[in-house]
């Protein structure tokens, strides 16, 4: 099974077969000053900068979030998807709590957007998933309810499990449905490791969905960070990870990932692998 994402011209695919789908997470306010001023002052060449980055980075996709104090969502959400989906030919990520801005965002996307995100909780449940039918869009789907982020792994593949249900009811294809397995700061809980790749496996093998992971929090408040984080890239693609929502511009993310694709079995030739190199070499000869 496979989950087809497009931007204007351009088309990704997530799957357990193909290479590891990189969704550039750096249009997001939270932790960055200067993000989030450029933002509210509209500065959108600041923010299709750090568009253009990314996807010279690696980036396969590129998330946009722009929940901050101050800032409403459902009017700035439509107008920055806007634009970056102008400026750089990769699919966009919408991505907001808020269903009003989702739908804004929809509405004024070219191509086939994935839609960021649905939890388990019934009022998500009613207000997201008729969107991504409506619109004919893939959704993500954070594996917690009203109860929380679970701490097992059997109650977050149940709750990916009820989702699959309630999509499917909807007239929603399973090709459609990306399940976020969630991690919490190692250093907070050492069993959080575990149990993300554990839901991993089984959302793939049991339920036959396609495991996705926004994978920064995983190193939180630890010395070293970048090491963390490219092991948990490296051991979760070896747990059936299709994507993850990551910083391309940190190049050994980009790195690890690739690696770990062409070691699975995920990058025939190793034409990923080489075509990373090449288009460094090229940027480097054009004095970037
Ligand atoms: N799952 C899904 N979507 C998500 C998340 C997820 N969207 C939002 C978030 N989590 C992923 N995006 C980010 C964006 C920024 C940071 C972490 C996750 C971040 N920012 C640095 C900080 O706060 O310190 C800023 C550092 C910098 O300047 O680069 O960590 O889990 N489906």
């Not at 036959?208 to 070293?224: F, Q, W």
């Not at 190049?251 to 990923?272: F, N, P, R, S, Y």
Request: aromatic share 4%.
């Amino acid at each position: 099974m496979k989950t087809i994402v497009e931007g204007k011209h351009s088309k990704v695919v997530i799957s357990s077969e193909t290479p590891t789908v990189i969704i550039g997470e750096r249009i997001n306010p939270t932790g960055k000053k200067k993000l989030t001023a450029a933002l509210k002052e509209k500065d959108f060449d600041f923010i299709i900068q750090e568009a253009v980055r990314q996807v010279e980075a690696g980036a396969h996709i590129i998330d946009v979030n722009v929940g901050a104090s101050g800032i409403v969502e459902e009017e700035l959400l439509p107008e920055v998807v806007k634009r970056i989906a102008d400026a750089v030919d990769v699919p966009i990520c919408i991505d907001s709590s808020k269903p009003v801005a989702l739908e804004a965002a929809l509405k004024v996307c070219p191509g086939r957007p994935l839609l960021n995100s649905t939890t388990g909780e019934e009022k998500n449940l009613e207000t997201v998933l008729p969107l991504a039918k409506q619109y004919n869009v893939p959704v993500i789907a954070l594996a917690n309810d009203e109860r929380g982020i679970p701490k097992d792994t059997e109650t977050r593949v149940a709750i990916a499990r009820k989702i699959l249900d309630r999509a499917v009811h909807l007239g929603i294809a399973p090709e459609d449905i990306l399940i976020d397995v969630l991690v919490l700061p190692i250093g907070a809980d050492t069993e959080t490791g575990k149990v993300t790749f554990d839901t991993a496996r089984r959302v793939s093998e049991e339920l036959g969905l396609r495991p996705e992971v926004g994978a920064s929090n995983v190193s939180h408040g630890l010395p070293d960070r970048k090491l963390i984080n490219t092991a948990f890239f490296a051991l979760g693609a070896a747990c059936g990870m299709t994507a993850y929502i990551a910083d391309p511009t940190v190049v050994e993310i980009t790195q690890t990932i690739l690696a770990a694709d062409l070691l699975l079995g995920k990058d025939e030739w190793a034409a990923e692998y080489i075509s990373f190199y090449r288009k460094k070499e090229a940027l480097k000869g054009s004095g970037k």
